[in-house]
């Protein structure tokens, strides 16, 4: 049967928060009761990555892309535009500059200048559905790799590819391959890091979500180079969506034949079981994830022995976070000289990055890299929110930094980042403006990492939770400007002592605002002020005099009896007594009061 | 293959095999890095090394960070520094860190003087801790053996890895995330309700004050005080080969003599011997092995065989909460410790004519599982325990240093008859295979009616995780396996769960090493070479000894003709056996 129109509904986890499916359900029934099922057929897809516009619906094939659907907004595309082929304006997407309506998202700013590798299928195809993936080459990489190739081979193309890994640390994948095929063991493994874990960052989900197979075949063609039979993703509990989609796509590839005993007739055999995770950001260093998938305590060990040597139940393992899988087959099919041209001399390829913040279009996107931090920020994220002013980038997560003004035309690799002071990690991309007290950004991934430290070394343990207490004593108008060397101090200390990647980059979010922001620093220090205003005790409530008639509502709502004044003269606030709650901001018709 | 690798530490030249650590190549050289959390017994084969606490960081040229010390290994063209302005900083404020997360209490802390984290401490010179901020805070946990005091927990994690690799007990264990975590029983039980056996190696081996014995030096002082009480002690093999370290002598100096003159200083009535016990003990289990022996020769299949040792108040709890299925297996002779107080409070007391109520049994004891065998129940009459209570020998030392006792002054003087006197088989009691090498000389030589002319069974002696021996007794191949060790332990348990046990006796030590390692003997810090040098003491007394067989003992003698008739005789079942109990946590399977 083959469908004139397909309707595709965005699936992912954000847009089904937003009654996505419901959507699918009413389109289906307003379908059948114009008798167009076996016309128009409806496609639950992965994230079209426009989370800000949610729930997405694209209609094919002429590309018109539909933003904020609700359920009820059914009954009218498939009237207008399905029947009389009109499209429904007030749904589509409005370009913020031009004012006017943007209908196929290859115009839209937002897609522009995205290039989707990893992507590839998310938003196109239905992920519950093995078909769709092989109609779009999928599994040919896999088929080309144990028919066409030797496993040295496979290996070298993705070393050639220029690969690394897309989960922080960014080492070369084929190299990690490679190290993993030397050592002889009785069993070996696969292990897929899906234990997405920094704030904001939602790529790896969205890929599992979106397209699963493409993991799935990634493992495979991996366990075939390195020679092993066994794949396991370690995922965490709380994508319940992500694992119903991967055990679905894990039990299709078995029934397909791809997943299993001799795999297109071959030798080669190869089965992926899922390990939960309980949520430990720390588990998504590789020793800490091994040890969870054991049983044992997840917390970090030292390296060597690495797990290319002695991983899972001491057997060599090679672990790869999910987006770098993601990457594998596209490769495999294109070739690494294909891949290797794309991205900058010594990060190829693209990456995705989770967009959030103070930014217009908040998503997921798919860039080359070599894409400056401006592109991304105002092209494809449109800018800042309500127009306010750009202040700093946070990218790499709790283990990166903030970047500033100065940073924006930086292209964005793995090495420029390191040396701009932040890191790509996993790729999160938090944009902040001028409302944004810096050293409260920093308290806040502090907070993050005390959290989230396995508590197994002391610099980590102890060093993070005092470097937490400092910046809170600052935040406070306490600190002192020892307390800024303590800092400085500290996080090198940190830094050079810890046993984990947490832990070596835990104090990065401390030490790049000190360096980009000192004078933020000094304010709250020295001044006692916190010029963004967010620092609540050290802000003091004030009205003006002129601009007061003294009402009275400011004095009446004060729940700590702070203001007086007499009728129709101008109020004052007792700071002693304030207890900078607002309600007096609040309530002041005549914007008398305000914080200074 | 042994592959040399060359590297430079401080910039000295040094050559080590393959796999060595920088630490070691360091202390090598003479280079006193310091540690914390490492701790390495390599006599034993027991090693702690997570490089968490991140005291023994150095400099390697080349590398990103700093590189722990202990876990690292050395490479071939290494250059390290150990000493240099960065790792200075590093060390101190790590240390100043766990610092901040300490109490401040040293001056009352029992483990004031004899702490790792104070040594490492005062080694870089801290003066003040800069960091201030919050403290853990855990409540106390008092148990019959072991005070547990979480608060002063640095996190080395040793007492967690002798606790669940080498004694898979698995009471302790890290709980908790991030700046709470610690290391304690699950779901913060009090460790009386958890699986501990009370062995105390987690006390042998905590560097801080966060797990000591329970301590009852103050109730003896009183008791001694009291005019009212006729206070009598007993004294442990394994405790005169090591008191002397407490006091300087160099470890595996024999201070029975001393031990002695100083104990009767401190008021003690009589003072007796364990040793004495130690000769009943062989007379009795070496009667029941021989009864099951001769019973299995005989073609009785329901003998239950091999006969397990019985002496280790650890080992026992062990059993009971491991293995409760196999209760009929080990002897049911009381240890030592009780078979002395029972013997003291009914034999003794009344030929001294002496009330019970009237006489406090003291043992002095290496281990500290004992203080929680002299409350059980089935060791009391009437509530009153046979021996009331026990103190380990760092607490002997810290009673001797109390009491102005010049230690090193004291003549050497002999215990008192009739409980003081002892066979050599007693004194070799306190190392890994004493027992069952006693108990083989007198079963040998009742069982087969010959005199045994070498004593000495070196199959059983040494510290190798598991040692078996055969030994020709008149033609019957005897075959015996000794442990020591929990973990080693439940190994040979497990085979004879599974019916795969191929010998006839088998001794057993919760301890590594034997009672010379046990929880409540002075802190190895991690050098095991001192309980070889106890082990030898042991070994040496013995050879000394002219009587070295138990049942050559004429007190022993002179007991059962004056008050027990013969071994296993009913007034001996009811006085020197005991009945074991299951305590296995009940696993409901859903």
Redesign the interface.
Known sequence: MSYKMHILVCGGTGCRASASHQIITRLEECLKEKNLEDEVQVIATGCFGFCEKGPIVKVMPDNTFYVQVKPDDAEEIVNEHVIKGRKVERLLYKDPEKKEAVSDSKHMGFYKKQLRIALRNCGFIDPENIEEYIAREGYSALAKCITKMKPEEVINEIKLSGLRGRGGGGFPTGLKWEFASKYQADQKYVVCNADEGDPGAFMDRSIMEGDPHSVIEAMAICGYSIGATKGLVYIRAEYPLAIQRLKTAIHQAEEFGLLGENIFGSNFSFNIELRYGAGAFVCGEETALIHSMEGHRGEPTMKPPFPAESGYLNRPTNVNNVETLANIPAIIIKGANWFNKIGTERSKGTKVFALAGKINNVGLIEVPMGTTLREVIYEIGGGIKNGKKFKAVQTGGPSGGCLTEKHLDVPIDFDNLLASGSMMGSGGMIVMDEDDCMVSVAKFYLEFTVEESCGKCTPCRIGNKRLHETLDKITQGKGTMEDLETLKNLSRVIKDTALCGLGQTSPNPVLSTIDNFYDEYLAHIKDKKCPAGQCKALLMFHIDPELCIGCGLCARNCPVDAIVGERKEPHFINTAKCIKCGACMEKCKFKAVSTR | MNENITLKIDNREISVPKGTTILEAARELGIDIPTLCYMNLKDLCIKNA??????C?VEVDGRK??A?SC???CENGMNVHTNTI?VL??RR??LE??L??HPSDCLVCAKSGNCELQSVAIKLGIREI?????KTEFRVDLSPSIRRDTTKC??CRRCEMMCNEVQTVGAL??V??????VVMPAFDQSLQDSECTFCGQCVAVCPVGALTELDHTNRLIKDLADPDKTVIVQTAPAVRAALGEEFALPAGTSVTGKMVAALRKLGFAKVFDTDFAADLTIMEEGTELLGRLEAFLKGDKSVKLPIITSCCPGWVNFFEKQFPDLLDMPSSARSPQQMFGSIAKTYWAEKMGIKRENLIVVSVMPCLAKKFECERDEFKTNGDPDVNYSISTRELAALIKQTNINFMQLEDEDFDAPLGESTGAAVIFGATGGVMEAALRTAYEIHTGKTLDNVNFEGVRGIENLKEATIDVDGFELKVAVAHGLGNARKLMNEIRSGKSKYHAIEIMACPGGCIGGGGQPLHHGDSSLLKARTRALYTEDSEKSLRKSHQNPYIISLYEEFLGKPMSEKAHHLLHTCYFNRGKEIIEQ
């Open positions: 997570p490089a968490s606490c991140r005291i960081v960070n700093l722990p876990a690292t290994r960065r900083n590093a404020t790590v860190l766990m901040s997360d800069p960091f201030e901020g919050e640095i996190y264990g890290a908790n995330r991030g700046f709470s975590s």
